[in-house]
């Protein structure tokens, strides 16, 4: 802005990008002459490909430097160069805050349905599959050492059905099993398990947090 207007002497100006001015001439030891150009624009592209405003006086070499709130454009970057940005300004238009809405099925927002419906189905499907495996190698091993039939010497929990359900389920929520995995068969389905519980918790944790974050940010005006 305009600090001192006196009849036959250059004008004198104040403001922060003066202050910035003379900071950079008082550092690198130039004098300056401030004037302004004789449309009073920042500078637009005219139809004809020229310049007007302060970009035109810098294209023709009118001028050293521009000083003002200049808007960094890309168009305004292929004809001259901007320095580092040193203020920004924007224009927000002012919103009540949201009344919270507590949602108690939040928890279940990171997977679909249809994934959900997934994930119940495996437990069973896997622990009928643990439970059948399980069976066979009591079987085998009570007529290596005739034993009576159904006999479980080393196998996972006690051999039931709801039992190899159960270990499923604790494997799938981090939280272990009892019993020891003793076939390789076993070991080959409880691995895989615990490898698609593992990948299955990740994934959940991210796309959770993620879910928190965005539902906080958002607005009900874009």
Sequence with gaps: MVAENILGQPKRYKGFSIDVLDALAKILGFKYEIYQVADSKYGSQLPNGSWNGMIGDLINKRADLAVSAITITPERENVVDFSKRYLDYSVGILLRKPEEKINIFS?????????????????????????????????????????PPGHLTNGVGSG?????????YGAFVQQ?????VGSVALRIVMGSWWLFTLIVCSSYTANLAAYLTVSRMDHAIR
């Design 176 to 180: 272990g099993g009892d019993g020891v």
């Design 107 to 147: 928890l279940f927002a990171p997977f679909d349905l249809a994934v959900w419906a997934c994930i119940a189905a495996a437990i069973p499907v896997v622990g009928v599959l643990i439970f059948l495996l399980n069976r066979l190698q009591a079987l085998r091993s009570s007529s290596s050492q005739n034993g």
């Design 160 to 168: 039931t059905l709801h039992s190899a359900i159960w270990i499923v």
